[in-house]
């Protein structure tokens, strides 16, 4: 399958992502959406986006207790949401990668709509070219 170079946008650029998966890859999609499926972290990692990369600084942003803010931070280090690197001044955390920023602000998104609102397209259907043999 081969998509027109004109339609091509963040969630179409990997043609394979139009196509069924392995089930495998489902279920580690399921498995990181569950990681983060908790107000709580979605609040740190949030935080996190805007440069509050401090158990401190997160705690005070996302109005948890700093107790809080570590014991999940070290839990998302865990399991391999979050990358933690020492300075001078002490840790700094930062989302592990770009998809896990992504999939925060498709959730933010999610949360400021009421689900009567009609919602966006994320991908709309797309003209298939085949290559030719």
């Not at 983060?36 to 440069?51: E, N, S, T, Y």
């Not at 070290?74 to 979050?82: F, H, S, Y």
């Not at 001044?89 to 689900?115: I, N, Q, S, T, W």
Request: charged residues 30%; glycine residues 6%; negative net charge.
């Amino acid at each position: 399958m081969a998509i027109e170079t004109d339609e091509l946008n963040l969630f179409t650029s990997d043609p394979t992502l139009l196509e069924r998966a392995p089930d495998r890859e489902y279920a580690r999609a399921a498995e990181a959406l569950a990681a983060i499926a908790d107000p709580g972290r979605l609040k740190l990692l949030h935080a996190l986006c805007l440069d509050a990369d401090t158990p401190q600084k997160a705690a005070a942003w996302a109005g948890v207790t700093q107790s809080y803010a570590e014991r999940e931070l070290a839990a998302m280090i865990d399991a391999g949401l979050v990358e933690k690197r020492e300075k001078p001044g002490g840790p700094v955390y930062a989302p592990r990668d770009g998809h896990l920023v992504v999939e925060l602000h498709v959730a933010l998104a999610h949360g400021r709509e009421d689900a009567r609102d009609p919602h966006p397209r994320l991908i709309a259907r797309r003209r298939v070219v085949r290559a030719a043999s």
